[in-house]
């Protein structure tokens, strides 16, 4: 199994892993506003899988549905 990087790859790559540490880090930030850094933090956790998903899909062919997070994220 080769692994083919190009432009749409390496642009999932980078939008998942900031979107996964942006929402770790308001996850685990100490501030007055906490409720709403927990929402933020969830909506960017919830938006990494999405990006994931595609991810995995366009790498493997097949799509492995780790979570529908489309439901869950819209709330947020």
């Not at 749409?8 to 850094?37: P, W």
């Not at 919830?46 to 790498?59: K, N, T, Y």
Request: proline letters at 1%.
């Amino acid at each position: 199994m080769q692994l083919e990087l190009n432009v749409s790859t390496i642009t999932d790559l980078i939008t998942f892993s900031s979107a996964f540490m942006l929402g770790v880090l308001f996850m685990i930030s100490k501030s007055e506003n906490k409720k709403a850094n927990v929402y933020l933090g969830l909506f960017l956790i919830s938006l990494a899988l999405e990006v994931l998903d595609v991810l995995s899909e366009s790498i493997t062919g097949l799509s492995i549905g780790v979570v529908q997070t489309s439901l869950f994220t819209l709330p947020f």
